[in-house]
């Protein structure tokens, strides 16, 4: 957003926030700014909706009257020359402005292949009879989600997917035209952070929603198949699980002494800073994770699945450590633990990847293309 208002677009943001700040840079950036309350959407309204509707999920997660109003408010007292979704909650809402407005330029930013991500998740549940029942949702899911993702990339003008492989499977869907268009991050506040000793000297950390299947699959994971052979060759080791909302699977790890589940916390940087080893071991997902990102631009030494890595171009061995077996994984682990020169070789590798490759200054323009692209049609 930043980076269009930078360019001279006029920019109107419509979004969900249930304490909206009243004075943060977007009030710069943007000519008008209409925020709603999130909608409250139980248990009992997902299933609801999954017996008695043939929507996903996520195409009702943030369906709100309140926002439909607003909507049809600010399209009907402004002009506007394309209207950008980001995220398939969002973009269901495109259906109705494309009923409403016929001939208005739709954008729909992708930040994953929402029904491939379903696959990936049936995949990895199916195999575990306690998984049965999410195996099960994911299967509905992905069904559901193949034909609303691909109603959603009909009628925009243009997809944005954020990687080449969410490209190619967004494409199956029709024939928009799709522009990958990376998640980026300001790299230049990661750069100098200095190193954080509160958290022992072997120290892996994992940061992301704690309440997310694949993330709460991760850490389950490395929990119970690869840390054991890690503690066997580091006794000392504490393994930091950072993010909001941990689900109640974790709550059995709270036991092991060498496992701490922080829940949310002000600032995810002092736990990038005091990372020996940061961990991406993800068994399921698509687009590409910001988490990752982050973790690289501060000069951590990584160790990631296939997965986890997917769609950012990474070479194992050089920006990071690539392993998707529990014995290489915690190989890899080790070896980071046991080499300081290898883990900073392996974090400035990484750190100039990502400011070649993912600082916005590379990203935004790729962004600005394709509302030039627009603009001239």
């Given at each position: 957003?930043r980076?269009?208002?930078?360019?001279g677009h006029?920019?109107?943001?419509l979004?969900?926030?249930?304490?909206?700040?009243?004075n943060?840079?977007?009030?710069?950036?943007?000519?008008?700014?209409?925020?709603?309350?999130?909608?409250?959407?139980h248990?009992k309204?997902?299933?609801?909706d999954?017996?008695?509707?043939?929507?996903?999920?996520m195409g009702?997660?943030?369906?709100?009257d309140?926002?439909?109003?607003?909507?049809?408010k600010?399209?009907?007292?402004q002009?506007?020359d394309?209207?950008?979704?980001?995220?398939?909650?969002m973009?269901a809402y495109?259906?109705?402005i494309?009923?409403?407005?016929?001939?208005?330029?739709l954008?729909?930013?992708?930040?994953n292949?929402?029904?491939?991500?379903?696959?990936?998740?049936?995949?990895?549940d199916r195999r575990?009879?306690?998984?049965?029942?999410?195996?099960?949702?994911?299967?509905v899911?992905?069904?559901?989600l193949?034909?609303?993702?691909?109603?959603i990339c009909d009628?925009?003008?243009?997809?944005l997917a954020?990687?080449?492989?969410?490209r190619?499977?967004?494409q199956?869907?029709s024939s928009?035209?799709?522009?990958?268009?990376e998640n980026g991050?300001?790299?230049?506040?990661y750069v100098q952070?200095?190193?954080?000793?509160d958290l022992?000297?072997q120290?892996?950390?994992?940061t992301?929603?704690?309440d997310?299947?694949p993330?709460v699959?991760?850490v389950?994971?490395?929990?119970?198949a690869?840390l054991?052979?890690i503690?066997?060759q580091?006794?000392?080791v504490r393994?930091?699980v950072?993010g909001?909302?941990?689900?109640?699977r974790l709550?059995?790890?709270?036991d092991n002494?060498?496992?701490v589940?922080?829940?949310a916390?002000?600032?995810i940087?002092p736990?990038?800073?005091g990372a020996?080893?940061?961990?991406?071991p993800?068994r399921?997902?698509?687009?590409?994770?910001?988490k990752l990102l982050?973790a690289?631009a501060?000069g951590?030494?990584v160790?990631s699945?296939?997965?986890?890595?997917q769609?950012l171009?990474?070479?194992?061995g050089?920006?990071?450590?690539?392993?998707?077996?529990?014995?290489?994984?915690?190989?890899?682990v080790n070896?980071?633990?046991a080499?300081e020169?290898?883990?900073?070789?392996m974090?400035?590798?990484?750190?100039q990847f990502v400011?070649?490759?993912?600082?916005?200054s590379?990203i935004?323009?790729?962004?600005?293309?394709?509302?030039n692209q627009?603009?001239r049609?």
């Open positions: 957003m980076g269009a208002a930078e360019a006029s920019l109107h943001l979004c969900f926030a249930a304490n909206p700040p009243t943060t840079p977007l009030h710069k950036w943007c000519t008008g700014i209409a925020i709603v309350p999130p909608p409250t959407r248990i309204d997902r299933l609801r999954l017996a008695l509707t043939s929507q996903p999920d009702r997660r943030f369906w709100s309140v926002m439909v109003e607003e909507l049809r600010l399209l009907a007292e002009t506007f394309v209207v950008h979704a980001e995220s398939l909650e973009a495109l259906p109705l494309h009923e409403w407005y016929p001939n208005l330029p954008i729909y930013g992708s930040l292949a929402e029904a491939d991500l379903q696959r990936t998740m049936f995949s990895t575990n009879p306690q998984r049965f029942i999410g195996a099960v949702y994911s299967w899911q992905w069904r559901r193949t034909r609303f993702e691909g109603h009628i925009a003008a243009h997809v954020v990687s080449a492989p969410d190619a499977l967004l199956k869907w928009t035209p799709v522009t990958v268009v991050i300001d790299t230049a506040p952070l200095p190193r954080n000793q022992g000297e120290a892996i950390v994992f992301g929603t704690m997310y299947r993330n699959d991760a389950m994971w490395f929990a119970e690869i054991p052979a503690v066997a580091f006794p000392d393994f930091y950072v909001q909302r941990p689900h109640a709550d059995p790890l709270r002494p060498h496992i589940i922080t829940g916390v002000p600032e940087a736990y990038l800073q020996q080893v940061y961990i991406a993800l399921m997902g698509s687009g590409t994770r910001f982050e690289m501060a951590c030494g160790v699945t296939d997965i986890g890595a769609g171009g990474v070479q194992s050089h920006e990071m450590l690539i392993a998707d077996t529990p014995a290489d994984f915690a190989r890899c070896n980071l633990l080499d020169s290898r883990r900073k070789e974090g400035a590798a990484a750190r400011q070649t490759h993912f600082d916005w590379v935004v323009p790729r962004l600005l293309g394709v509302y627009l603009d049609h």
